[in-house]
């Protein structure tokens, strides 16, 4: 299929992990990706395997300022965006008691106040019906221990779908979420998910086994489709049947 000939697509966070399976998914569709990362060096590998036409950007999602950067830097180059994966995030773990502040602002600005403004800085490069999905996560419905931080800032992205769609619908912009269970990507190892956690953790999935990020892409290709054209401020929970039995 080639959904997305002619589109131009941005994918934050596109350099690794879910956020490299969306880009790579649009790009086999047609799609021209932009991605965005902190490292340069898995930027300039990711762009590599999107095509001659792939824009890679640093930016250092968490702040207005990042946010205009970056809309600043697509006006310069002429983008239109049709869609847009807000994927950029971070993952907190810890004990309740052990949370400080640091903690909660680090999360907080970088999965909910990063998005809220990159979008509102980017609402003018949005073409009439362009569709933007939010990467949120399973743990806004679940009372996982340790990831009372991580699960209110995904909560709070299920909330501003719903918001969003409702002021963006004038211009036929959708906003949804896509809410992945455990899915096996490198974050694992950056949290130092060990093997005995990764089987304890995959024994609460009555599938059986950890999710593929090609899985998580293709329903973000899905949303992102005109497909999707009647599908707006809904989420789509995709882990397993974790959440669900």
Do not use: C
């Not at 697509?9 to 965005?36: H, K, Y």
């Not at 300022?65 to 773990?93: I, P, Q, S, Y």
């Not at 990467?135 to 221990?145: D, F, R, V």
């Amino acid at each position: 299929m080639n959904r997305f000939e002619g589109k131009t697509v941005l994918v934050t966070g596109g350099n690794s992990g879910i956020g490299l399976a969306a880009a790579q998914a649009f790009a086999a569709e047609g799609a021209r990706v932009v991605i965005t990362g902190r490292d340069e060096a898995s930027l300039a590998t990711a762009r590599a395997s999107l095509g001659h036409d792939a824009i890679a950007i640093r930016n250092v999602a968490g702040t207005v300022a990042a946010a205009r950067k970056l809309a600043e830097h697509l006006k310069n180059e002429d983008v239109r965006l049709d869609a847009m994966f807000v994927n950029a995030g971070v993952g907190t773990f810890a004990p309740f008691s052990e949370i400080d502040e640091r903690a909660w602002d680090e999360t907080f600005a970088i999965n909910v106040k990063g998005p809220y403004f990159q979008i509102q800085a980017l609402v003018p490069l949005f073409n009439d019906g362009a569709s933007i999905v939010l990467n949120g996560s399973i743990n806004a419905h679940i009372g996982m221990p340790a990831s009372s931080v991580y699960a209110a800032s995904k909560a709070a992205l299920a909330s501003l779908a719903k918001t969003l769609s409702a002021e963006l619908l004038p211009r036929g912009v959708r906003v949804n979420v896509v809410s992945p269970g455990p899915v096996a990507t490198p974050l694992h190892a950056k949290l130092g998910l060990v093997d005995e956690a990764a089987a304890g953790l995959k024994a609460q999935i009555p599938l059986g086994r950890f999710g593929k990020a090609s899985e998580v892409a293709a329903t973000v290709l899905l949303l992102a489709s005109q497909e999707a054209g009647f599908i707006v401020g809904t989420e789509i929970v995709i882990d397993g049947g974790m959440s669900q039995l």
